[in-house]
């Protein structure tokens, strides 16, 4: 539903939708991306899965480079060793994947089409997970799993964006939940942005809603912000967990640990997360600000939380060393001294802020025919579209104590043939 109006992006989006239309629209779409599935060829052809039988065995759809993997590994630690000592073992990239067999939850699959992400993904996780990087409407055929994360792709709801409903981005959710309904896991998490929960006067998100207990899972949605548990930025995403029909559990978002009420940490700011970067930040996005960028306050001071980290080297926000921005008009702020006083915030900084651990590598494609601006924005893209590791960690933490005691009977509860199907893929036997 377009007006042939062009605007910023390819139409200008047609506000005063009738909701009985949105509905309307919405269930024509859904039904027009199940009936593309049934028409696939014959499921595609993978290498042998490393799942394990004493592990809740993960598969990650829209991928990315993985942060809400990396979080929910660590939250399966800690369910077996605790916070602290997870946190001691892990200094290293060896570190980790010395001690990841502990975790109770174990990724053994991704999908993802972002080739560098793809590769930043190998790089710090093992290489038995098979990584299909193809789009996910041409899957045919999901691997049996436990569990379902991933954050699906967001353009269509993002508030700077144009936000049309009937945008093609805004159903990828569909091969989520018939992911679903393939493999029955017990659990899933999936992640968005705030603009989700508003897109056509709120019947988008109910329909979402809706679409995934359709798959037979009670679901719980909250609007969080990564501040309140302690990541040094402000960030809203909407989380959706899912709990399958017949599990006795119920999913409660983790109480917020750090602000500025009784008993509550202090929020962390910039100056506990990057101070010690300051004489040596790391590779940044260069250039001039635009208009655009220049047209709002872009840079925070070292005792608070960083704007949200955007998937864009060009919109990153300021360090917040030296002098703040002024403001001069209601739409206009300078940089005092000039440009070439002000830097954006580099690599190294936005994966701290994203609570990446020092040791996570990012590839930039090394691509020489690419300009320097252009492989390091391949960099921020994936670590500003990535969720931040200890905001999936304590999101994940609830899954991880109800996992911890109840592995022993959901194993029991498999089937033989489940069984069997794990020990061909791990054996080798056919």
């Not at 603009?195 to 006067?201: F, V, Y």
Request: glycine residues 8%; charged residues 25%.
């Amino acid at each position: 539903m377009k007006i042939a109006v062009r605007g910023r992006a390819k139409f200008s989006p047609l506000k005063d939708y009738d909701k009985a239309k949105i509905k309307e629209l919405l269930l024509n779409k859904v039904i027009e991306e199940q009936e593309k599935s049934l028409n696939l060829s014959n499921g595609d052809q993978f290498e042998i899965f490393n799942r394990q039988n004493d592990k809740m065995n993960v598969v990650s759809l829209f991928s990315g480079c993985g942060g809400l993997d990396l979080g929910f590994e660590l939250a399966g630690l800690d369910a077996l060793l605790g916070t602290k000592k997870t946190n001691r073992i892990l200094q290293s990239q060896e570190d980790f994947l010395n001690i990841r067999h502990k975790s109770l939850f174990h990724t053994f699959y991704t999908n993802d089409m972002f080739k560098e992400a793809n590769e930043s993904y190998k790089s710090n996780f093992p290489s038995t997970i098979v990584q299909h990087a193809k789009d996910i409407r041409q899957i045919k055929n999901f691997p049996n799993c436990d569990i379902v994360l991933g954050g699906f792709p967001c353009p269509g709801f993002s508030e700077a964006g144009p936000r049309l409903i009937d945008d093609e981005r805004n159903f990828l959710y569909i091969h989520f939940i018939r992911c679903l309904i393939q493999t029955k896991p017990s659990f899933f998490i999936a992640e968005n942005v705030k603009g989700l929960l508003t897109l056509g006067k709120g019947e988008v998100a109910k329909q979402i809603i809706q679409d995934f207990e359709s798959a037979g899972y009670t679901v719980t949605y909250k609007l969080v912000n990564a501040r309140d548990y302690g990541v040094p930025q402000s960030r809203e995403r909407v989380f959706i967990v899912g709990v399958r029909e017949d599990i006795d559990f119920d999913y409660e978002f983790p109480e917020a640990t750090h602000g500025e009420g009784q008993g509550l940490q202090p929020f962390v700011t910039l100056h506990d997360a990057i101070h010690d970067l300051e004489d040596k930040p790391g590779d940044s996005y260069e250039g001039s600000f635009s208009s655009m960028y220049l047209s709002r306050n872009r840079k925070k001071e070292w005792n608070d939380q960083s704007f949200t980290i955007q998937a864009s080297g060009r919109q990153a926000p300021l360090h917040p060393g030296g002098a703040p921005m002024e403001k001069i008009h209601a739409d206009k702020w300078i940089l005092p001294g000039g440009e070439n006083q002000h830097r954006r915030l580099s690599i190294s900084e936005i994966a701290r802020i994203q609570t990446f651990p020092d040791w996570f590598q990012f590839s930039d494609g090394n691509n020489s025919s690419i300009s320097r601006n252009g492989r390091l924005n391949k960099v921020y893209k994936q670590i500003g579209n990535a969720v931040p590791v200890e905001l999936a960690r304590v999101i994940a933490a609830p899954i991880a104590q109800w996992t911890l005691e109840n592995l022993q009977a959901i194993k029991k509860s498999r089937s033989y043939s489940e069984q069997l199907e794990l020990f061909e893929e791990t054996s080798g036997y056919k």
